[in-house]
């Protein structure tokens, strides 16, 4: 479950988002993303996607990227992925796919200028938005991505940007 600061976070960032009217609202299928959702003000209009979910590690679940590399040395999640030959887990082109999954349900919303909110994790979020701008999926690991932040992707001159990153005040 989130903690007290999460909880007082996923309220400010709901905040935040009340001035926008959303389309389509879709959430990762996890405890805490969807109380993220609820203390937002989201619960009501929230659709679970399963493509929202978090990167699946496989073999590697549970284990800290110092830890990977006492075997791997030169290991990247976004370049590599899980262990050598785990069918359990997810390759970065997985995570891709999925990923262009969501963008593809939602791009007609957002080309018709509706607004949509994603409420997920930080990994499955970045590959979204380096999907959105044309980038390599390996291009996720040049991004970091804070807890309880607002990003906002976009078009300008029609073209796919990104409008702000990884914080509330630039909405």
Same mark, same amino acid.
């Given at each position: 479950?989130?903690?007290?600061?999460?909880?007082?976070? +996923?309220?400010? !960032?709901?905040?935040?988002?009340?001035?926008?009217?959303?389309? !389509?609202?879709?959430?990762?299928?996890?405890?805490?993303?969807?109380?993220?959702?609820?203390? +937002?003000?989201? $619960?009501?209009?929230?659709?679970?996607?399963?493509?929202?979910?978090?990167?699946?590690?496989?073999?590697? $679940?549970?284990?800290?990227? $110092? $830890?990977?590399?006492?075997?791997?040395?030169?290991?990247?999640?976004?370049?590599?992925?899980?262990?050598?030959?785990?069918?359990?887990?997810?390759?970065?082109?997985? !995570?891709?796919?999925? +990923?262009?999954?969501?963008?593809?349900? !939602?791009?007609?919303?957002?080309?018709?200028?509706?607004?949509?909110?994603?409420?997920?994790?930080?990994?499955?979020?970045?590959?979204?938005?380096?999907?959105?701008?044309?980038? /390599?999926?390996?291009?996720?690991?040049?991004?970091?991505?804070? /807890?309880? @932040?607002?990003?906002?992707?976009?078009?300008?001159?029609?073209?796919?940007?990104?409008?702000?990153?990884? @914080? /509330?005040?630039?909405?």
């Amino acid at each position: 479950p989130l903690t007290k600061r999460g909880s007082k976070q +996923a309220r400010e !960032v709901g905040t935040y988002l009340g001035r926008y009217r959303f389309s !389509v609202v879709l959430c990762r299928p996890r405890q805490r993303a969807l109380q993220t959702a609820k203390l +937002a003000g989201y $619960e009501k209009s929230v659709t679970i996607d399963q493509n929202l979910a978090e990167w699946n590690y496989g073999g590697y $679940e549970g284990l800290t990227t $110092e $830890e990977i590399r006492a075997d791997r040395k030169d290991w990247n999640l976004w370049r590599d992925g899980t262990p050598p030959g785990d069918a359990t887990g997810e390759t970065p082109e997985d !995570v891709n796919r999925r +990923a262009q999954a969501v963008l593809n349900l !939602v791009t007609p919303d957002v080309k018709n200028g509706n607004d949509v909110l994603l409420i997920a994790h930080a990994h499955i979020l970045r590959a979204i938005a380096v999907a959105w701008l044309g980038l /390599p999926i390996a291009a996720g690991g040049a991004f970091t991505l804070l /807890p309880a @932040t607002i990003s906002k992707l976009g078009y300008e001159s029609g073209t796919e940007t990104m409008l702000c990153w990884n @914080t /509330p005040p630039c909405i």
